[in-house]
């Protein structure tokens, strides 16, 4: 059905112009033409997408969907159906939980077909989204992962068992910058100087390697910082530094380690803290 052929009376009391002038404005979909939200996700969340459609009988009908993307950095992809006629306008955004600022990417299209292969017609919008920061089509932007602000962090990572060194993997999904690492070394009663040295490689080669200021003697506790202040560490309180280098940045399967010299089978690392900016990347 035509333009001409819908607005050629009011219907249910819309003056044809005003119907007309919404429709050009909107995107006109065939029955075959459906909505689809991406989603990456490091953080709990659930979306909301919500807006309005005009149909060939000309109703201006809200609509409102929902999705919960994974939150192990995967993609999610959902598929809505509007029927034929003119999206209006649409909007995404975070209706469950607090998300950080940077751990929900979303990307809202226009693709032929519901199932199976689908064959995408359009993009509206795309961007990290929260409760307050919301993804709109009309007079939305196009936003990259790796645009803007980052998400500041900070996590334990995982518990060794005594005698095994850290480590440490960027997961699937994400860029880190690393900002800090901390973490205790316990040693046992054999007489020997430890040496610890962090070390981060690609999965594979390491590319760089630094030790720590001091060396840790046996039956003590050893507080280790890695960072780029500078500063030092001093043995009289326990305390080791760790230089790394400035703007450190991290690909996914990228791992921090520790290699000890002289470790002992009963020496005993605590589980590490990360601080770090994170980037979702989908490679």
Same mark, same amino acid.
């Given at each position: ?69 994974? /939150? %192990?950095? #995967?993609?999610?992809?959902? !598929?809505?159906? &509007? ?6 306008? *649409?909007?995404?955004? $975070? ?91 316990? /040693? %046992?009663? #054999?007489?020997?100087?430890? !040496?610890?040295? &962090? ?6 080669? *390491?590319?760089?390697? $630094? ?73």
């Amino acid at each position: 059905m035509g333009l001409d052929a819908l607005f050629a009376s009011p219907i249910f009391g819309h003056p044809r112009e005003a119907l007309s002038a919404l429709a050009s404005r909107g995107f006109y979909v065939t029955g075959e033409d459906e909505l689809q939200l991406t989603s990456f996700a490091s953080d709990d969340a659930g979306l909301a997408i919500e807006g309005r459609f005009l149909n060939l009988k000309g109703e201006l009908v809200p609509f409102a969907f929902s999705q919960t993307p994974f /939150t %192990d950095r #995967t993609i999610r992809q959902t !598929t809505f159906p &509007l029927g034929e006629g003119w999206l209006i306008n *649409v909007s995404v955004r $975070a209706s469950s939980s607090s998300p950080d600022s940077r751990s929900v990417w979303a990307a809202l299209n226009i693709v032929r077909g519901l199932t199976g292969v689908q064959q995408p017609l359009g993009a509206l919008t795309s961007g990290y989204v929260t409760e307050n920061e919301w993804l709109i089509w009309p007079g939305g932007q196009q936003r990259d992962m790796l645009e803007g602000q980052v998400n500041l962090r900070s996590i334990t990572g995982t518990n060794p068992a005594a005698g095994v060194n850290i480590t440490e993997t960027v997961p699937v999904g994400a860029r880190w910058r690393l900002l800090s690492c901390r973490f205790v070394l316990v /040693t %046992d009663a #054999t007489v020997a100087s430890r !040496t610890v040295t &962090l070390t981060i490689d690609d999965g594979v080669t *390491v590319y760089f390697a $630094a030790s720590s200021t001091a060396n840790q003697a046996a039956s003590q506790t050893g507080d280790y910082t890695a960072s780029a202040t500078g500063f030092a560490g001093g043995t009289a309180a326990n305390f080791f530094a760790i230089p790394l280098p400035p703007n450190l940045l991290l690909l996914a399967g990228h791992r921090i380690n520790t290699t000890t010299q002289l470790f002992q089978a009963g020496d005993n690392y605590g589980a590490p803290q990360l601080a770090f900016e994170e980037w979702l990347e989908v490679l």
